[in-house]
């Protein structure tokens, strides 16, 4: 089945730091990619959509400059936190759609746990 | 915000079967039941989905009612390692939506 490679699985960055999270399609291109993150105990929250060769879409509430999202290929999408404090501190998981119209759903990440000291 | 209500937990014994149920009263014509789990700190994996009939795969069986306002994924012969958060969604099959997700049913599977 569909793969979805992300990295890191832990990262632990002072505050103030960037740190960049990558979500790679394995088996498969993604045109559209999406990222969450889910705090300890809740469910996941979606925070925008990544579609390849174009701006990403945000949710409300989530700042754009401070997550910066890339897509520039049909497999890798990238998430690069910016000017880290400890309340980004979170569970950031992708997930990716294929292409071919996966009609399963989607495939996700194993998730990158963030923590900023 | 999520179209679907669970219980926020279950226990099950192990070796029995797991029935976890889920409301989605307002579901449309042209929209799929998925079901996927969580298992501590990893990432959300596919189980089943349907339409209207009946599904059964290896990891499930997926029981929709008739008038689709309510579904049951059965987990027949539980075990320890099923012990998760279950989240049941509503969305079409096709196009790039993103699944949205509600606070699912956390189960635990006892010894």
């Known amino acids: 089945g569909a793969v979805v490679s992300q990295h890191p699985s832990r990262v632990i960055c002072k505050s103030g730091t960037s740190v960049k999270i990558e979500c790679r399609s394995l088996?498969?291109?993604?045109?559209?990619m999406f990222w969450y993150r889910q705090f300890p105990k809740q469910s996941l929250m979606l925070m925008a959509t990544?579609?390849?060769?174009?701006?990403?879409?945000?949710e409300q509430g989530v700042e754009k400059d401070k997550f910066l999202i890339n897509h520039a290929s049909l497999t890798l999408s990238t998430l690069t936190v910016t000017s880290a404090h400890p309340e980004d501190s979170s569970f950031y998981i992708c997930?990716?759609?294929?292409?071919?119209?996966?009609?399963?759903?989607?495939?996700f990440g194993s998730g990158t746990r963030l923590t900023v000291v | 915000d999520a179209k679907t209500t669970q219980p926020p937990s279950m226990d099950c014994a192990e070796g029995r079967a797991a029935n976890l149920p889920c409301n989605h009263s307002?579901?449309?014509?042209?929209?799929?039941v998925y079901w996927y789990r969580q298992i501590h700190s990893q990432g959300p994996q596919y189980i089943i989905h349907?339409?209207?009939n009946n599904e059964t795969n290896e990891m499930a069986s997926l029981i929709i009612t008739e008038d689709r306002k309510s579904s049951t994924l059965i987990l027949p012969h539980a075990t320890l390692r099923d012990t998760a958060v279950y989240y049941c969604?509503?969305?079409?099959?096709?196009?790039?939506?993103?699944?949205?997700f509600g606070k699912g049913t956390r189960l635990s599977v006892i010894a």
């Open positions: 997930s990716a759609l294929d292409r071919g119209g996966f009609r399963y759903g989607y495939t």
């Open positions: 088996d498969f291109q993604a045109t559209t």
């Open positions: 990544s579609n390849e060769g174009s701006k990403a879409t945000y």
């Open positions: 307002t579901i449309s014509g042209n929209e799929y």
């Open positions: 349907g339409l209207k």
């Open positions: 969604i509503v969305r079409v099959e096709a196009g790039n939506t993103p699944l949205v």
